[in-house]
T-cell receptor, first 112, second 114 residues
Framework: GAVVSQHPSWVICKSGTSVKIECRSL??????MFWYRQFPKQSLMLMAT?????????EQGVEKDKFLINHASLTLSTLTVTSAHPEDSSFYIC????????FGQGTRLTVV | DQQVKQNSPSLSVQEGRISILNCDYT??????FLWYKKYPAEGPTFLIS?????DKNEDGRFTVFLNKSAKHLSLHIVPSQPGDSAVYFC?????????????FGKGTSLLVTP
């Protein structure tokens, strides 16, 4: 089946620094990719929809200046958490759909 | 507002028996439904899906039932195996088009005991 690869799988960073997470669709072209965030024992919450060649669409309550999304090609979307704070610590997952949605491995971000 | 609800946070089943995971939704526009299995610190893995034109879809030990009038779907796992122990997420979308995001429930943690 289709594979979505996400990197890194975990990262620890200091408060105030920025972290970039990459999401690649390995065997299909993804015009649209999705970024989710999961808090412990909670659902996957959609943060934004990443559209190749255009601006991302952010869900209500998600700061677009804090969570920068770039979808420069049909196989790569990146999420940059800018000026990270401890409350940004979470599990971030990207996804791309052909029909079913395929998910990356997720990135565990810890901001200290 | 949670449009997809999984009201049972956990379920424990004996090996060999049937596991039934339930899911309800509120948005009548949803017409494509999926179940995912997830382990901690990993991305969800697709299990099975169903379109609203069907009321049942079966794949090996996994069967999904859809009751549109009740806005309810369920995942049956028969027979349950210890390796099935994981968190199961129900998801729904408007259409199966690649441009539509999935709406997830909060998940049900399934434990299959030997």
């Amino acid at each position: 089946g289709a594979v979505v690869s996400q990197h890194p799988s975990w990262v620890i960073c200091k408060s105030g620094t920025s972290v970039k997470i990459e999401c690649r669709s390995l065997d299909f072209q993804a015009t649209t990719m999705f970024w989710y965030r999961q808090f412990p024992k909670q659902s996957l919450m959609l943060m934004a929809t990443s559209n190749e060649g255009s601006k991302a669409t952010y869900e209500q309550g998600v700061e677009k200046d804090k969570f920068l999304i770039n979808h420069a090609s049909l196989t790569l979307s990146t999420l940059t958490v800018t000026s990270a704070h401890p409350e940004d610590s979470s599990f971030y997952i990207c996804s791309a759909r052909s029909i079913e949605a395929f998910f990356g491995q997720g990135t565990r971000l810890t901001v200290v | 507002d949670q449009q997809v609800k999984q009201n049972s946070p956990s379920l424990s089943v004996q090996e060999g028996r049937i596991s039934i995971l339930n899911c309800d939704y509120t948005n009548s526009m949803f017409d494509y439904f999926l179940w995912y299995k997830k382990y901690p610190a990993e991305g969800p893995t697709f299990l099975i899906s169903i379109s609203s034109i069907k009321d049942k879809n079966e794949d090996g030990r996994f069967t999904v039932f859809l009751n549109k009038s009740a806005k309810h779907l369920s995942l049956h796992i028969v027979p349950s195996q210890p390796g099935d122990s994981a968190v199961y997420f129900c998801a729904a979308s408007v259409g199966s088009n690649s441009g539509y995001a999935l709406n997830f429930g909060k998940g049900t943690s399934l434990l299959v005991t030997p």
